[in-house]
């Protein structure tokens, strides 16, 4: 890649911007690595240069926020979005992808990998694993039902994971850092989107989505 590369890291960890942009500028010598420690920053650097590549943290102090993505894109139609994020790929990669991203990287995955993955969205324009291509071949020309999981927010999902793995209303309340009453909202919205009425059926629906 001989090209000059132009990428920005979004994440507001700076020793994890700074450890990004190491692996990086060792790996592809023609980069310039632009950082931003939160979104309104990124967007002004998005505005005033023209990049190929972001990688992008999905959640910003604790906050999670998919319509970046849509912001981004409006800016700059063709700049390719890697999203970096702790979140486990099998849960949440399609999801993103589906939102806007050209792929999807787990925060946890060794130097490699991420060599791997950018150089992959830079040469190719998109970067999934063989489980989130699978994935989508399986869902192409597909018309998603009114019951499917994938009519979740990304919130409603994470909720409706916790609720699975038998946490109570005042858990989820401290773990999410929300009103009780947000929580019985969210446990609402997610029975009438998938026309259940129990925390079973939920159960039986993530399960057949395995």
Not at 43 to 51: C, N, Y
Not at 133 to 147: E, H, L, T, V
Request: proline share 0%; charged share 25%.
């Amino acid at each position: 890649m001989n090209k000059e590369i132009s990428i920005l890291l979004v994440d507001d960890h700076l020793i994890v911007r700074k450890g990004i942009e190491l692996i990086l500028v060792g790996a592809i010598p023609t980069a310039t690595i632009y950082q931003a420690e939160n979104y309104e920053e990124a967007l002004e650097i998005i505005k005033t240069v023209g990049l190929d590549l972001i990688l992008l943290d999905i959640t910003i102090n604790g906050v999670e926020n998919s319509k970046i993505m849509h912001a981004i894109k409006a800016i700059q139609e063709n700049v390719k979005i890697l999203v970096f994020s702790s979140h486990e790929e099998k849960q949440y990669g399609l999801r993103y992808i589906q939102k806007g991203a050209d792929g999807y990287l787990n925060k946890f995955c060794n130097e490699d990998k991420i060599i791997a993955a950018v150089r992959e969205i830079l040469e190719n324009g998109s970067f999934y694993s063989e489980e989130i291509r699978g994935k989508i071949n399986a869902k192409s020309g597909k018309k998603y039902s009114a019951n499917s999981i994938d009519a979740l927010s990304t919130r409603e999902f994470e909720v409706a994971q916790l609720l699975i793995s038998g946490y109570g209303n005042l858990e989820i309340s401290n773990k999410l850092e929300v009103q009780m009453s947000t929580v019985s909202t969210y446990k609402n919205r997610i029975f009438e989107k998938l026309g259940i009425n129990n925390i079973v059926a939920l159960s039986d629906l993530f399960k057949e989505k395995e």
